[in-house]
């Protein structure tokens, strides 16, 4: 499929890079130094612009900080997610909510539903940081993305379709915290992807379902993509 000169990255588990051809660089749930399934030797760019943010939980969030502090970025990710990292010290941060679009230079991002929960934990115990959520990326002269976050899977699925019509959809599939493969293939029923990027397998031991599940499950005509972390579409 011709991305019409964007990139999409796998950084293993749910961290993904997305490139757009007019150099815009976007960092979604950055899980690096924990991520078992970080492709060590990869070297992003030399400028993170925006750094998208899911929800609250450790492995979509734990670089942000330090990613952010490094490159400048602004943190994009549901109103009270983004007030803790303002709080935990990043300097730019852009607050939103479901339904809403914010256009990143050539990217228009659309926070949507996600079946989830989001909090987050530390030193001083668990925190309300919203609730879950996942983007579809609408690029200028590119592709429409749509990175699902950590949800099950739902029927709601057919509106973000309907409004949007993502061509590539990143999708959890390893089951226990998020669809499994059946699920996840229920969920390309509705989405109408021509490519689907699974995410959050394999990073842990309850993280089992596998893209050969998935697509042994979906048409034919959908292409499910094996990318090892660090490779790219
Ligand atoms: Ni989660
Ligand atoms: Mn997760």
Redesign the pocket.
């Known amino acids: 499929m011709n991305l019409q000169g964007a990139r999409i990255t796998w950084l293993g588990?749910?961290t993904v890079l997305v490139q757009t051809a007019k150099g815009t660089n976007i960092l979604i749930d950055p899980f690096i130094a924990g991520n078992p399934k970080y492709p060590k030797d990869f070297v992003l760019p030399a400028k993170i612009h925006y750094i998208l943010l899911t929800?609250g939980?450790s492995?979509?969030i734990s670089d942000a900080l330090p990613v952010a502090a490094k490159h400048n970025s602004t943190v994009v990710a549901i109103y009270e997610l983004a007030a803790y990292m303002a709080e935990k010290g990043v300097a730019h941060t852009i607050g939103m909510a479901v339904g809403g679009t914010m256009q990143l230079d050539d990217v228009a991002a659309t926070m949507v539903e996600a079946i989830?929960s989001s909090s987050v934990q530390d030193e001083q115990g668990t925190h309300y940081v919203g609730i879950a959520a996942g983007f579809v990326l609408t690029i200028t002269d590119g592709p429409v993305l749509y990175h699902a976050g950590?949800t099950a899977v739902f029927s709601d699925m057919k509106l973000i379709r309907e409004l949007y019509r993502p061509e590539v959809a990143m999708l959890?599939i390893g089951g226990h915290?998020?669809m499994g493969p059946v699920e996840a293939a229920m969920a390309v029923r509705f989405l109408e992807p021509k490519i689907v990027l699974p995410l959050?397998f394999g990073t842990f031991p309850p993280l089992t379902g596998t893209p050969d599940q998935l697509a042994a499950l979906v048409d034919a005509g959908v292409q499910v993509v094996r990318l090892a972390p660090g490779e790219s579409i």
């Open positions: 588990h749910a929800h939980h492995d979509h989830h950590d959890p915290f998020t959050h």
